[in-house]
């Protein structure tokens, strides 16, 4: 892959459009092509996740693998290890500590994410309407894309999906919609301020015609959330997102070339609404609730095209 990076540098003396180098993208389909073959889970979906989730997973690295060894998940972060898809950081014991080595296989993760929407969603999913609402973050509008969240990813989870969800199954799905182009370079997990911000969408500097920069904290409560706990929940996350606020690194770097930071908390409740609190402006807050609340199962399967009702605070 570098080989390949530095060629068209070469050539044409600009970094090329496209990092990834197909085989890469190519070699990652055929581990989940094999793995959906010999396991009955189906796919490395579990696997995937855990990495995202967690940052890095302990492993023994196996040094023979063969077909039938891919249902044992150590085989498996073995081949992701071989392929390039993992590196080592550390040692627990015999074992080793593994992550994703880059943000460019990062991205490779993330685009298996949107892959497996797609599949699964029964066709929901409409990349030409994502397209558009990454186009609205770059003119400072988050609504549009947090609710393509709301209905292509919390719409298509099911109860069970529901009872394991958190704040980390919804950043991943997050960063692996955003990350549909180029338009901005992901951070997560950013150290700012000597705490560790949530998102940051930062444009990408091959288009300084993007104006606005995001700093997002993203949280996550069940539909049995009271409403104290939605109060706290908010009221943390605009705390957090004052305190990063004060990593002078971090905002002249977001704030520079004219590009202008929006900062606001995205609060999903499991998949009846979700709220975006502003954070630049106070009072600004708005609740998008799915009008189906109150039914009956049957009658909110019913309903689940229907349009959502702001609610403005």
Not at 148 to 165: E, G, M, P, T
Not at 269 to 281: G, L, M, P, R
Not at 285 to 306: C, F, I, M, P, V
């Amino acid at each position: 892959m570098i080989l390949y990076f530095l060629i068209r540098l070469q050539k044409s003396g600009e970094y090329p459009d496209e990092i990834i180098e197909k085989n890469v993208q190519t070699d990652f389909n055929k581990l989940d092509y094999l793995t959906q073959l010999c396991s009955p889970s189906g796919g490395i979906y579990n696997d995937v996740m855990e990495i995202l989730q967690e940052g890095e997973v302990v492993s023994k690295i196996e040094e023979r693998l063969r077909l039938k060894d891919l249902l044992n998940i150590n085989y498996i972060y073995s081949l992701m290890y071989y392929m390039g898809l993992l590196t080592i950081s550390g040692n627990t014991g015999a074992s080793s500590n593994l992550r994703i080595p880059n943000y460019v296989i990062k991205t490779l993760f993330w685009e298996y994410l949107r892959t497996r929407l797609e599949k699964f969603s029964s066709g929901i999913t409409n990349f030409r309407e994502l397209q558009k609402t990454i186009n609205a973050l770059q003119i400072g509008q988050i609504k549009p894309f947090a609710e393509y969240i709301f209905r292509n990813v919390a719409k298509i989870f099911s109860n069970i999906d529901l009872l394991h969800a958190n704040e980390q199954c919804f950043k991943s799905y997050f960063f692996a919609l955003v990350s549909l182009d180029s338009s901005y370079i992901i951070f997560s997990e950013t150290e700012m301020a000597r705490k560790h911000s949530d998102i940051i969408l930062k444009r990408n500097p091959r288009y300084p015609e993007i104006k606005y920069n995001w700093l997002i904290e993203l949280k996550y409560l069940p539909k049995e959330a009271k409403k104290s706990e939605i109060e706290y929940t908010i009221a943390e996350g605009k705390e957090q997102i004052a305190w990063y606020k004060n990593d002078k690194k971090w905002h002249e770097s977001l704030t520079t070339g004219g590009a202008t930071l929006k900062s606001l908390v995205l609060l999903y409740i499991d998949a009846e609404s979700y709220q975006i609190i502003d954070c630049d402006k106070e009072g600004e807050a708005a609740t998008y609730l799915n009008k189906s609340q109150g039914q009956t199962a049957k009658e909110r399967s019913k309903n689940k095209t229907k349009p959502l009702q702001k609610i403005k605070k």
